[in-house]
């Protein structure tokens, strides 16, 4: 059985804008004790980094998104489900970041909320490769344009990557919390510019 | 009066996509009590099996609607409405599933939670069966493309299965909470490899 | 300046979708003190009246919206902001249904809860009259399809019969807050029914 | 890499329809202490207003970015991450709005509550310039409509102005909190009037 691309967007952009959204439930209003908003704002600041990186994070699972289904016309049921697998781990995107956000700081456990962050990241890459095996794969060759195999290899090649930088960030986390949310941020904005200049 | 397909598989689509995200903010944050948060994530069990459980259920859904508008160009009122119905109960979802994840492990309270996730699902079932039932009946017939009666009525005859499953798994909750959801999680996967076969 | 009805209905449907959804979100899993979770969840039947009623109604407004807007193809302005205002409205049940759902039973503050319910009801009944002014006025004439006047004047009665109505509705508030409740949920049977034959 | 504008308005859609619905997550059920539930809702009035201004200014951003993007058939990687910029602005339009809605009337903390506001209104100011100089710059001509220089200069200083403003807004807000929630909905109120005559 197979099934319009225009639908499996649909559904997958209505799940990436819903859970981009709701990560901003997790800023919570703070309670001001002694000193000012000011003060008490300052130190909700791993809501806030956590916030930004995720929100970066959803944005580009958006773009590649589209760039991985945009010369699909037609999926079949294998693209169907390893496209649901990817959505799942989205949804769950919103979790780990308000459990990091809230254990940052937290000496031991705040490595465990980043090494958790870091495998929510790795299940993502893990899911990007799986699509692009599934719809670039021969029997899904009949069903959009010809996708060129160099390129195709150069893109799983890519997605492979993310496989061993977001290992790595897993293995970062049990240095420092911190050191492994600044390195999530910064592989967003390299994957961002770099989409920029492809 | 008819109605565009189109314009009621944004509104379904939408709220399936609403309804699977926010099962996630029901996934709570921990609080560490002595132990780790290793230990205080383990406790929490509960939330994540019913969550990965309504996750793929909700998926499943989503495909098997797509499936049962796919022939259908234009609907009418009784169509609408058994669509507004179905989609009443997947809103429903994550509330029974917030029911379970919080119950299960509290002995009968949990075998009432799980009973009571069973009748969500039963009553989807239902949801399916009528509303294969409006799309596929003569008045409707001349809005879509044929429909083979063989495979329409093996289609009624897989949703009508359902009921009698859904109906075992409302009894299996009176046993045991945990095994009616490990059912509901097995005919979750059964369903989803027995789509991609078809 | 004209605007693509498609795109006033995507943003519709999408507030429409979310605000049934989020319905749930007041669906709380309750505390069992002393009896069992049966007697706990029948407690909160208030709760779930409301939720139904609000549900039945949101699925009526999403149906109403579409019939509107199925002979628009380009709406201006005045249409625009006149949609706007009554998805405003749209947003705001699920406050009064998690208001009327709190305060149902308590008395005097259950009677004002009730009212509020009926005002955000006649709301969105002005909301539908003045839209429906707006779309069907000379000046957007040349943006659709001929609407046939007497058919445009019997919805505009319709619409009209709408205000009466609520605000009868409001004035039950003040009698009763269940049979204010009884009354919506009536209206939208009554309502969905109607549609059904037309 | 160019991108098709459907699938960016699709997606921006989605997180404006959300954000727009999330806000009334914040209107929350007061509790009745000593008087009735008119007064307890009568001190909620700072909500209320928040709520209101942002629903405007969320309605007003979802008419603007339509505008921005109606000649547009295809953007380009610059485009689609100023828009990305802009939906992350939005998705925390909430977040200061219930900062705002808690601290009106906190004396210096509401202040800074205005301000945050205010900056975030500015943010979104900046991030429409943004995107507007991205959708007319010379690179992206080719990928769209004619756009009459005049009218992209005459646009470009309609956007320059929101920054003056919402710049005058921030320093509004240290002299009185509820004197800049005012010049907000004013401010939202002017530019929907200003939109309907154009």
Avoid: C
């Amino acid at each position: 059985m197979t099934f319009a691309t225009t639908r499996l967007e649909a559904f997958s952009v209505g799940v990436m804008a819903i859970a981009i959204t709701l990560l901003v439930l997790d800023l919570r209003v703070p309670e001001v004790r002694g000193g000012s908003l000011w003060s008490a704002l300052a130190k909700q600041w791993p809501s806030y980094s956590a916030y930004a990186v995720s929100a970066l994070v959803i944005g580009i699972i958006w773009v590649n998104h589209h760039t991985v289904f945009r010369p699909v016309k037609v999926v079949d049921r294998p693209v169907l489900f390893a496209n649901l697998y990817l959505l799942v781990v989205v949804t769950v995107i919103p979790f780990t970041t308000r459990l990091l956000a809230a254990y940052l700081l937290q000496g031991y456990d705040g490595k465990i909320a980043a090494a958790l962050y870091g495998v929510n990241m790795l299940a993502m890459s893990v899911g990007f490769s799986v699509l692009w095996l599934a719809v670039t794969r021969e029997e899904a060759s009949l069903l959009h344009e010809h996708v060129d195999p160099v390129a195709a290899r150069a893109a799983l090649k890519r997605f492979g990557l993310g496989l061993v930088v977001y290992s790595i960030a897993i293995g970062v986390a049990f240095i420092s919390a911190v050191l492994a949310l600044v390195l999530h941020g910064a592989l967003a904005i390299y994957y961002a510019f770099d989409q920029l200049n492809s």
